[in-house]
């Protein structure tokens, strides 16, 4: 990963204060950070070559896959280089002089409520979904009632001067987003890389089985693996894979054809990086 090009433009979606912002920066601490108002719009700032890198959130350890991101993997043709990790911490934060009982509504982005769901729960909160976690404490401080708070980083509160009710209000205490990077072209082969596959199954009794049967015959271990709805055929799903392994990946893929109706590898990335 050049971490380094001070010319380096990373697309995101937030605004100051963002986790997403956050990570960029952690990355490329010169580069340029272009903030977008959604996961579409970052995307395809790139792929008009308005920016040279976007950085999406793929995967939480408690709220699970982000499906906006995978989506658009699927339908698009950026390439995931890199996969970083970095523990994120979730206040409810809120206009500043405001009494945990006076709330009644907490905004922020769907990830973030699920990772706070229990809490959001005990306290009998109505929940309200906005595109990011920094736009939702941005929100509040302009509507400037204490009957709405967000769920928000510690940077998003004192980007919009607002006070942290309460810290740390996940449900898990290791907490933690994997970030994907996306460029117009693939990493160069690195040692120890992990590949991502994106497949559709022929609908056809064990088609799926017959998939997962190819991609270990040549030799991939899967290290994970995940389906999503496709949004144009009601109940049909796509399926994400994550697999370590050194096999042909263009005789694999050749071979999934016979029952995948589409199979691609959307991405290459080096296992267990994080940052602070």
Not at 60 to 89: F, H, K, P, Q, W
Not at 238 to 247: I, L, R, S, T
Request: glycine letters at 6%; a negative charge; charged letters at 25%.
């Amino acid at each position: 990963m050049d971490n380094r090009n001070e010319r380096i433009r990373i697309a995101y979606c937030g605004a100051q204060g963002s986790f997403g912002q956050q990570a960029a920066r952690a990355l490329f601490p010169t580069g340029e950070l272009l903030p977008c108002s959604t996961f579409v719009s970052a995307y395809d700032r790139t792929v008009r070559g308005e920016s040279d890198r976007t950085l999406l959130p793929l995967e939480n350890s408690y709220a699970g896959e982000v499906g906006a991101t995978m989506d658009l993997l699927l339908r698009g043709n950026l390439a995931i280089t890199d996969v970083v990790e970095m523990r994120v911490v979730q206040n409810l934060v809120a206009v500043k002089g405001t009494k945990i009982e006076e709330i009644e509504t907490v905004i922020s982005h769907p990830q973030a409520l699920a990772q706070c769901a229990d809490y959001l729960a005990a306290h009998r909160f109505r929940e309200e979904i906005e595109e990011n976690t920094a736009f939702a404490a941005k929100k509040v401080a302009t509507i400037g009632s204490h009957k709405i708070a967000a769920i928000a980083s510690k940077a998003a509160a004192e980007a919009y001067g607002l006070e942290i009710i309460e810290a740390d209000v996940a449900e898990s205490r290791d907490n933690t987003t994997r970030f994907a990077l996306l460029a117009p072209e693939p990493s160069s082969k690195r040692a120890g890389e992990r590949l991502v596959l994106l497949f559709t199954v022929l609908d056809r009794s064990g088609a799926l089985i017959e998939a997962l049967k190819i991609i270990a015959n040549y030799g991939f271990n899967m290290k994970s693996l995940h389906s999503r709805p496709l949004k144009e055929k009601a109940w049909q799903y796509y399926f994400y894979v994550e697999a370590e392994g050194k096999g042909d990946e263009i005789a694999m893929l050749r071979e999934l054809a016979e029952c995948c109706s589409n199979a691609k590898i959307v991405g290459k990335y080096l296992p267990d990086v994080t940052i602070e």
